[in-house]
């Protein structure tokens, strides 16, 4: 059974950077054909990609955010970071870990998630 | 970019009836394309990728088709469970970009 959860503050400043940590069970990222993913989704929005990375460290990045985003694992502690710099209160939403089915590396779904976690950006 | 549209932006039903959900892309895409249903202050979950695949669980109440620029998702049949906000989404692969359409709710009539 794979389950995600996200971790980190609920309320960060304008201008601060926000580290999400995701801790998964029940995959290994050592795996081939293993990814997880950020998803965020703002109050009433769709929701919106951030980030994904591979079992191989291969690592995709939406481009509207790209410069501010970076995504890291942890293989050993089965943990994925994301770091958002510069955060400003339209970045106020609830942010999702995901397990991605891929096959020969090409994203097919997001089979997993994890419950979320709202983050408000307000000074 | 590629822009995912999702119509109607609401649809009202009523119970036992079907429900016919449209997403179209801004250029013709692969069939890398995926639907999820989202229930009040829950996460989203995935219901078809690959255009046309169910998901693990899903029932076969739910259908996925479409290709190039035109995609459907319908609902047979609707059950009370099914009235919630569904997205489809879109990954490409180069330039790498996961693409998410503006949702489509379905409401009791």
């Known amino acids: 059974q794979i389950t995600l959860k996200e971790s980190g503050p609920t309320l960060v400043k304008p201008t601060q950077t926000l580290t999400l940590t995701c801790t998964f069970s029940?995959?290994?990222?050592?795996?081939?054909?293993?990814?997880v993913g950020w998803i965020r989704q703002p109050p009433g929005k769709a929701p919106e990609w951030l980030a994904l990375?591979?079992?191989?460290?291969?690592?995709r990045y939406s481009p509207s955010l790209k410069s501010r985003l970076t995504i890291t694992k942890d293989t050993s502690k089965n943990q994925v970071v994301l770091t958002l710099t510069n955060m400003d209160p339209v970045d106020t939403a609830t942010y999702y870990c995901?397990?991605?089915?891929?096959?020969?590396?090409?994203?097919?779904?997001?089979?997993?998630w994890g419950q979320g976690i709202l983050v408000t950006v307000s000074s | 970019e590629i822009v995912m549209t999702q119509s109607p932006a609401t649809l009202s039903v009523s119970p036992g009836e079907s429900a016919t959900l449209s997403c179209r892309a801004g250029?013709?895409?692969?069939?890398?394309l995926a639907w999820y249903q989202q229930k009040p202050g829950q996460a989203p979950r995935l219901l078809i990728y690959g255009t046309s695949t169910r998901a693990t669980g899903i029932p076969a109440r739910f259908t996925g088709s479409g290709s190039g620029t035109e995609f459907t998702l319908t609902i047979s049949s609707l059950q009370s469970e099914d009235f919630a906000v569904y997205y489809c989404q879109h990954y490409n692969n180069w330039p790498p970009m996961l693409t998410f359409g503006g949702g489509t709710t379905v409401e009791i009539k």
């Open positions: 250029q013709s895409v692969s069939s890398n």
């Open positions: 995901t397990h991605i089915m891929t096959i020969f590396g090409v994203v097919m779904g997001l089979d997993n």
């Open positions: 029940g995959f290994s990222l050592s795996t081939n054909e293993v990814s």
């Open positions: 990375i591979y079992w191989n460290d291969d690592k």
